[in-house]
């Protein structure tokens, strides 16, 4: 019987250390990745130097956490133009996530005519689906359910084009799912000014964003400093064409508002 010890504690030890390591927390997936992720993404070595040059200013690490991002999210971007930010969300959501990019007519015929065929084409643009609409109904029936829906210094121009931003912002508000978040980043305007700059210099007042989103049922969730410059003086024109050596240093909101 004595002999048999061993054998029966040996046995008893790797059950119990079995059980430990299954007690053991898994890594959860669904939760948004953090900086050190995000870095990574953003370092990966298949990125474009005409991208990485523009990470300087647009800050990617510290946008994709502020967005909140997890792998297997359905997310959409509106005016997603030649697709920096397009690709890096495509990264943060693979491989099982999807990202529906949508660009409207007037920008597919003119600015993007070659650059946005040659961006889809990369790898990791292969959870991306290509979406020509106009923003008055900037997605497909298919897009629903959604986790993030981000517009990336883009709603001021939507308020200079014929657009009906209420109907824009209530397709929004449809397509994600409750908890879902619509995610806004703009140039600042001064405060008090509405849309009036949108055109010339290519900013907002972020207290008009706000409140023309949230009366489409929104409810602003998180604001982010990641962007800020307080020696701006809000009063240049912030388009990559205008900006020359500025560019990237606008005072800039970023915003999420929740469904609830």
Same mark, same amino acid.
């Given at each position: 019987?004595?002999?048999?010890?061993?054998?029966?504690?040996?046995?008893?030890?790797?059950?119990?250390?079995?059980?430990a390591?299954?007690?053991?927390?898994?890594?959860?997936?669904?939760?948004?990745?953090d900086?050190?992720?995000?870095?990574?993404?953003v370092?990966?070595?298949?990125?474009t130097?005409?991208?990485?040059a523009?990470?300087?200013?647009?800050?990617?690490?510290?946008?994709?956490?502020?967005?909140?991002?997890?792998?297997?999210?359905?997310?959409?971007?509106?005016?997603?133009?030649?697709?920096?930010?397009?690709?890096?969300l495509a990264?943060?959501?693979?491989?099982?996530?999807?990202?529906?990019?949508?660009?409207?007519?007037?920008?597919?015929?003119?600015?993007?005519?070659?650059v946005?065929?040659?961006?889809?084409?990369?790898?990791?643009?292969?959870n991306?689906?290509?979406?020509?609409r106009?923003?008055?109904?900037?997605?497909?029936?298919?897009?629903?359910?959604?986790?993030?829906?981000?517009?990336?210094?883009?709603?001021?121009?939507?308020?200079?084009?014929?657009?009906?931003?209420?109907?824009?912002?209530?397709?929004?508000f449809?397509?994600?799912?409750?908890?879902? !978040?619509?995610? @806004?980043? %703009?140039?600042?305007? +001064?405060? /008090?000014?509405?849309?009036? =700059?949108?055109?010339?210099?290519h &900013?907002?007042? !972020?207290?008009? @964003?706000? %409140?023309?989103?949230? +009366?489409? /049922?929104?409810k602003?969730? =998180?604001?982010?400093?990641?962007? &800020?410059?307080? !020696?701006?003086?809000?009063d240049?024109?912030?388009?990559?064409?205008a900006?020359?050596?500025r560019?990237?240093?606008?005072?800039?909101?970023?915003?999420r508002?929740?469904?609830?």
């Amino acid at each position: 019987m004595h002999r048999f010890l061993p054998i029966l504690f040996a046995t008893l030890a790797a059950c119990a250390t079995s059980k430990a390591a299954s007690d053991k927390p898994a890594s959860d997936k669904s939760a948004p990745i953090d900086r050190a992720r995000a870095q990574a993404l953003v370092d990966a070595p298949d990125r474009t130097d005409r991208d990485r040059a523009l990470d300087a200013g647009r800050k990617p690490a510290d946008s994709l956490v502020f967005f909140q991002l997890s792998p297997g999210m359905r997310v959409a971007e509106l005016g997603a133009g030649g697709g920096y930010t397009t690709e890096l969300l495509a990264r943060a959501v693979a491989p099982d996530g999807v990202v529906y990019a949508q660009n409207p007519d007037v920008f597919l015929k003119s600015f993007l005519k070659d650059v946005w065929p040659a961006r889809l084409s990369r790898p990791a643009m292969k959870n991306v689906v290509r979406v020509d609409r106009d923003f008055d109904d900037p997605l497909p029936p298919e897009a629903k359910d959604l986790d993030r829906v981000l517009m990336n210094v883009i709603y001021h121009d939507v308020t200079y084009m014929q657009v009906d931003r209420d109907k824009m912002n209530q397709a929004i508000f449809a397509a994600l799912k409750p908890g879902g !978040e619509f995610i @806004v980043v %703009d140039s600042s305007a +001064k405060p /008090g000014t509405g849309a009036s =700059a949108a055109k010339e210099i290519h &900013r907002i007042d !972020e207290q008009f @964003v706000k %409140d023309e989103v949230q +009366k489409a /049922g929104f409810k602003l969730q =998180a604001e982010g400093d990641f962007l &800020r410059n307080p !020696e701006d003086a809000r009063d240049w024109d912030s388009s990559p064409g205008a900006a020359g050596a500025r560019r990237g240093t606008s005072d800039r909101f970023a915003l999420r508002f929740v469904k609830p």
